[in-house]
């Protein structure tokens, strides 16, 4: 007579334990694995300053800008720059980016002791004089600012958000249109990219 076994089946706990080992598995491999994804997305993001925007007006003569400082007097004009490179910035006091760029703008303008100092020049847009010359005075900003209250100077330039900001060079065609805040160093790194390229040469 023969003796047949018989194997045992798990019982419920053993089973359950099996599961959520494998669930707990199956989430941590999930979660290394998006770890991964977005390290190497991070990794290869280009800097803020090769995030040009597809603007129209790259390669082109910058639109009019003027206007009224201010603070109040005499009116600036790019135009009047010609021969200097100029950072056009977009900009409000509400715009939590817009803080955190003043201090780099007011870095980037006395970045070049020894050489020409790039101009800066402000576009108020979206905001109140008030609240604009408020802004710029507690963030030390000392380029010169004018206000676009009717929104005019935005549409010119293609500015759907802030902040906004466009590197004109020395003969007055647009060279880059920047998304989002930006670093001096960033900053000089682009614009020497640009003049290494003959941009704005006469």
């Not at 803020?48 to 129209?56: C, Y």
């Not at 021969?83 to 509400?94: M, P, Q, T």
């Amino acid at each position: 007579m023969s003796l047949v076994r018989m194997r045992r089946a798990p019982d419920d706990g053993v089973l359950m334990r099996r599961r959520r080992f494998a669930v707990a598995r199956w989430s941590a491999l999930g979660m290394v694995a998006l770890a991964t994804v977005l390290i190497a997305v991070l990794a290869t993001r280009p800097p803020t300053s090769e995030q040009v925007a597809a603007s129209p007006l790259v390669g082109k003569p910058a639109p009019p800008l003027s206007g009224p400082l201010l603070t109040g007097g005499r009116g600036v004009r790019l135009a009047a720059y010609r021969g200097r490179w100029v950072l056009v910035n977009f900009f409000a006091s509400w715009c939590t980016v817009c803080q955190e760029e003043e201090p780099q703008l007011e870095k980037f303008l006395y970045s070049r002791p020894n050489g020409a100092h790039p101009a800066v020049l402000g576009v108020l847009y979206g905001d109140t004089r008030s609240d604009g010359v408020r802004f710029q005075r507690s963030e030390g900003a000392t380029w010169p600012s004018i206000s676009d209250p009717g929104g005019r100077i935005a549409a010119d330039w293609g500015v759907a958000s802030l902040p906004r900001s466009y590197l004109v060079a020395p003969d007055g065609r647009v060279v880059a249109a920047i998304l989002g805040g930006i670093t001096a160093s960033q900053l000089d790194r682009l614009l020497a990219k640009k003049a290494a390229q003959g941009a704005g040469g006469r």
